[in-house]
């Protein structure tokens, strides 16, 4: 088996699960541990790639996406002391409401607190400040690629507002050429791969229920207090 390859087809499966939620701008920084997501990336023709070398200003780039487009933006970066510098962006997300995606390499566990260069403890490193956070094993067959569509679908569903944070360890070898190695596992979703939405679609449950008491409230004078919204959702309300 290719480690490389299978590393490779795993990052396929979830930046294509990202696509279905409307991810459409990729921010990556240079590094060595990313590269299966780098190259994921640089293979589906959904995305529109952003690079730059420092990764705090990329984390702002993808901020200003997001805002601009009203749409999630993902940031690829390398393990290691790299994802510390999104710290900033991961908390401005959850103060303005734009919508996030950290997508951070990692090591594997055995290369954590031995001594490896630039291997630190990634899991909740940003604290509470994402809105929701996952944390992905090493890819291995044994996990189905459904599974794996299933569990970035949860997370982008149910997210409203502020940042997600995906860790993603691989082992090495992370480069070298395509085999056949995960091919099976990887078309196992079977028609998902030609569809444009989702694997699960969670229930909107955002809906507001009427007090029971909203007919005398309805007839009284009050102020109405409007959180941020867009201009098309300030009409509306109007």
Known sequence: MSTSTFNRRWAAVILEALSRHG????????????????LAAAQNPAFTLHTHFD????????????????EPVAVIVTSGTAVANLYPA??????????????????????????????????????????AALDLPRPTPSVPAAWL???????MGALRAGAL???????????????????EWQQAPGEWWQEATPWLRLADERAVNAQPDWSFWRAQRGVVLAGRLSAQEGAAVA
């Open 23 to 38: 991810v459409r701008h990729l921010c990556i920084a240079p590094g060595s541990r990313s590269t299966p997501l780098t």
């Open 55 to 70: 990764e705090r200003g990329l984390g702002h780039l993808a901020l200003g996406l997001a805002k601009a487009s009203g």
């Open 90 to 131: 991961v908390i401005e997300a959850g103060l303005t409401g734009e919508k996030l995606v950290a997508i951070t390499a990692d090591r594997p566990p055995e290369l954590i607190d031995c001594g490896a260069n630039q291997a630190i403890r990634q899991q909740a490193i940003f604290a509470s400040h994402p809105a």
């Open 149 to 155: 569509i299933s569990a970035i679908d949860e997370k």
């Open 165 to 183: 944070h995906i860790n993603c360890p691989f082992a090495e070898p992370l480069y070298g050429e395509l085999d056949e190695t995960g091919l």
